[in-house]
T-cell receptor
């Protein structure tokens, strides 16, 4: 059973607009959440993370929001750039990692 | 049912030993992968494999070898284990492709500790 879910396999956004990638989880014991970015033929690279004691973490154009009551995580990219086109994985962890299945983001110039 | 499973979850062994980690997927996918997570955050692809092609990351030492007895399994064999091999290893699978834009399902990871 998938404990971390990304229900949108793909997303297309115009350059300069906001990209919002969503992630839901089922286990309320997770204490740390991460987003990874993956280009074709490469492994996922770490992007941004958030601890369960926070509800927001920001790093440049990337902001992660955590809604613990809804067990929902989102990644906002503002403004979106063509180089952001990639597959984005969310992950949650307590003692081990659980990955979502990824959302393919295409930023249209 | 777990989509991608790995055994064992934890593996503690001595330097110089040979060990294997098993991966099985019940999704009917035809491509499987091995990743190494060598810190808390970073994942590096080691291999991708489908029925036709094995793609090896050139930075992976030849002590590491994937073995696929059938389409649903991709096991990772490691010879002459070294301290630096200590990491979490993730298996993943996808339908088609070789690590491009397709959806990948990850296993729970195997924590390897080499003493």
């Amino acid at each position: 059973d998938q404990q971390v879910k990304q229900n949108s396999p793909s997303l297309s956004v115009q350059e300069g607009r906001i990209s919002i990638l969503n992630c839901d989880y089922t286990n309320s014991m997770f204490d740390y959440f991460l987003w990874y970015k993956k280009y074709p033929a490469e492994g996922p690279t770490f992007l941004i993370s958030i601890s369960s004691i926070k509800d927001k973490n920001e790093d440049g154009r990337f902001t992660v929001f955590l809604n613990k009551s809804a067990k929902h995580l989102s990644l906002h990219i503002v403004p979106s750039q063509p180089g952001d086109s990639a597959v984005y994985f969310c992950a949650a962890t307590r003692n081990q990692f659980y990955f979502g299945t990824g959302t393919s983001l295409t930023v249209i110039p | 049912d777990t989509a991608v499973s790995q055994t064992p979850k934890y593996l503690v062994t001595q330097m110089g030993n040979d060990k294997s980690i098993k991966c099985e997927q019940n999704l009917g996918h035809d491509t499987m992968y091995w990743y190494k997570q060598d810190s808390k955050k970073f994942l590096k692809i080691m291999f991708s494999y489908n029925n036709k092609e094995l793609i090896i990351n050139e930075t992976v030492p030849n002590r590491f070898s994937p073995k696929s007895p059938d389409k649903a399994h991709l096991n990772l064999h490691i010879n002459s284990l070294e301290l630096g091999d200590s990491a979490v290893y993730f298996c993943a699978s996808s339908q088609g492709g070789t690590g491009g834009w397709e959806t990948q399902y990850f296993g729970p990871g195997t924590r390897l500790l080499v003493l």
